[in-house]
T-cell receptor, first 116, second 113 residues
Framework: ETGVTQTPRHLVMGMTNKKSLKCEQH?????MYWYKQSAKKPLELMFV???????ENNSVPSRFSPECPNSSHLFLHLHTLQPEDSALYLC???????????????FGDGTRLSIL | AQTVTQSQPEMSVQEAETVTLSCTYD???????LFWYKQPPSRQMILVIR??????QNATENRFSVNFQKAAKSFSLKISDSQLGDAAMYFC??????????FGAGTRLTVKP
């Protein structure tokens, strides 16, 4: 069983829909991440919640809204998405000791998102 | 800005042979971390090996080893005795601080029986 669980595994939605992606980690980690993986492009770090602090990537459009209610759960709320937002969205977690310690990240299986 | 470059979009290797995947990165920092991740068709990213920049000794994990050349900003992955289960996308990644993780575009490795 993976230590990081993502639901749903697949999601098809229209551009006017509102949906949420869910991530749960069972590893006791204190940092969680959202990544976007598009075809033939490097993984893009979207959001980080680390040691109770949210680190934003300013290039992420506001139609993506993260929420981290506790250290084990992370959500990505989606609203009015565009076709170019179709991608695999990966969640990851890590145990951060202090800033810059480079702890490895553990990934979930991702949510394949398709925007019609 | 830190960037990670994987110049080989695809590689293939014969089963039981050795293959080396290339990775270069750009940074002005002296203290950072480098990773190789594997992503099989199941989609889950799996950590293969990790290297701390302040350590001169190359990391080794069973059949996987790295050639870390700090001055050249090079971090290649060597897979020895390749197995069919090694077939996957391999991503090189760089990390400096909290929330600062950069990935390369990946190399697709095919293992021929």
């Amino acid at each position: 069983e993976t230590g990081v669980t993502q639901t749903p595994r697949h999601l098809v939605m229209g551009m006017t829909n509102k949906k949420s992606l869910k991530c749960e980690q069972h590893l006791g980690h204190n940092a969680m991440y959202w990544y976007k993986q598009s075809a033939k492009k490097p993984l893009e770090l979207m959001f980080v919640y680390s040691l109770e602090e949210r680190v934003e990537n300013n290039s992420v459009p506001s139609r993506f809204s993260p929420e981290c209610p506790n250290s084990s759960h992370l959500f990505l709320h989606l609203h009015t998405l565009q076709p170019e937002d179709s991608a695999l969205y990966l969640c990851a977690s890590s145990q951060e000791i202090s800033m810059g310690q480079g702890q490895p990240q553990h990934f979930g299986d991702g949510t394949r998102l398709s925007i019609l | 800005a830190q960037t990670v470059t994987q110049s080989q979009p695809e590689m293939s290797v014969q089963e039981a042979e050795t293959v080396t995947l290339s990775c270069t990165y750009d940074t002005s920092e002296s203290d950072y971390y480098l990773f190789w991740y594997k992503q099989p068709p199941s989609r889950q990213m799996i950590l293969v090996i990790r290297q701390e920049a302040y350590k001169q000794q190359n990391a080794t994990e069973n059949r996987f080893s790295v050639n870390f050349q700090k001055a050249a900003k090079s971090f290649s992955l060597k897979i020895s005795d390749s197995q069919l289960g090694d077939a996957a996308m391999y991503f090189c990644a760089y990390r400096r601080g909290r929330g600062d993780m950069r990935f390369g575009a990946g190399t697709r490795l095919t293992v021929k029986p």
